[in-house]
Nanobody, 123 residues
């Protein structure tokens, strides 16, 4: 059975850093594209970033470009989201998701979702 488990969320001050992790199991991880989504209270879920199956192609939403970095370690079945210079508008529940397509895109119908991890940016 496939699982995605996010971790690393919490409370961080504006301008601070946070690293989210997503542990995958139960599927052939290195064949799947991975994306991070987020959903803030009262807002629709939005794509934040994605990485292709090999980890050599990424894409970022304009709102996080230059501040967030996605990476993956296929040997460990892990995906990471490094968040730098966080802002209050980054406050949301962050989800990782996997799609059985090797390319990077968050516009696909994803096969597996994690339960989410809360990130709160506040002083």
């Amino acid at each position: 059975q496939a699982h995605l488990v996010e971790s690393g969320g919490g409370l961080v001050r504006p301008g601070g850093s946070l690293r989210l992790s997503c542990a995958a199991s139960g599927f052939t991880f290195d064949r799947y594209g991975i994306a991070w989504f987020r959903q803030a209270p009262g807002k629709t879920r939005e794509g934040v970033t994605c990485v292709n199956s090999r980890g050599d192609s990424t894409h970022y939403a304009d709102s996080v470009k230059g501040r967030f970095t996605v990476s993956r370690d296929n040997a460990k079945n892990m995906v990471y989201l490094q968040m730098e210079s966080v802002k209050s508008e980054d406050t949301a529940v962050y989800y990782c998701a996997a799609v059985n397509v090797p390319r990077c895109s968050w516009l696909l119908e994803f096969d597996y979702w994690g339960q989410g991890t809360q990130v709160t940016v506040s002083s």
